[in-house]
T-cell receptor
């Protein structure tokens, strides 16, 4: 499955580092999402972008900063993270309609992040 | 608000056994319902979906029927294989006045032993 790709697949960083996660979708979709998946917790929606505009920010701390330069690319910039931010970060995309209908979301393989 | 509740795991069963994973939802409107599967070390993959009441989604031997009267979307497979070992997520998507939103259940881990 190469519809949604994410890099890197694994990342280890210190609390003072700055790093970025990259997501690219090859499906021609107009909406992209960042999710956080922690052990034994439900998927947490972090950010939603529709047509490159951020439409949702679920009270995510400012140490996470998303960027969507175009409808195919989505970044998550990380700085001064905490150990509790260690998790699997999943990117997804979908083709959303103007009426508000939400089609199937397609996920990337995720980036496994460890903050030391 | 919308929510999805699915049975806790892990669910452990032998190869060729029958699998059922219960999923119920609450929604204010008429959501689409999904099952996603996550294999170890991978992201979520769409397994099947249903967009209206009484629809049945099916894929790879798995089935789920959209039951509006019981607000349920239980996943079933008649004969599981070791390769079905994964975490299964029930989800709903409901259009809002802005953009559609997904709501995922907590996931159910399934372990199939030879």
């Amino acid at each position: 499955e190469t519809g949604v790709t994410q890099t890197p697949r694994h990342l280890v960083m210190g609390m003072t580092n700055k790093k970025s996660l990259k997501c690219e979708q090859h499906l021609g979709h107009n909406a992209m999402y960042w999710y956080k998946q922690s052990a034994k917790k439900p998927l947490e929606l972090m950010f939603v972008y529709n047509f490159k505009e951020q439409t949702e920010n679920n009270s995510v701390p400012s140490r996470f900063s998303p960027e969507c330069p175009n409808s195919s690319h989505l970044f998550l910039h990380l700085h001064t993270l905490q150990p509790e931010d260690s998790a699997l970060y999943l990117c997804a995309s979908s083709q959303d309609g103007y009426s508000g209908s939400s089609e199937t979301q397609y996920f990337g393989p995720g980036t496994r992040l460890l903050v030391l | 608000g919308n929510s999805v509740t699915q049975m806790e795991g892990p669910v452990t069963l032998s190869e060729e056994a029958f699998l059922t994973i219960n999923c119920t939802y609450t929604a204010t409107g008429y959501p689409s319902l999904f099952w996603y599967v996550q294999y170890p070390g991978e992201g979520l993959q769409l397994l099947l979906k249903a967009t209206k009441a009484d629809d049945k989604g099916s894929n790879k031997g798995f089935e789920a029927t959209y039951r509006k009267e019981t607000t349920s979307f239980h996943l079933e497979k008649g004969s599981v294989q070791v390769s079905d070992s994964a975490v299964y997520f029930c989800a709903l998507s409901e259009a809002t006045d802005s953009w559609g939103k997904f709501q995922f259940g907590a996931g159910t881990q399934v372990v199939v032993t030879p």
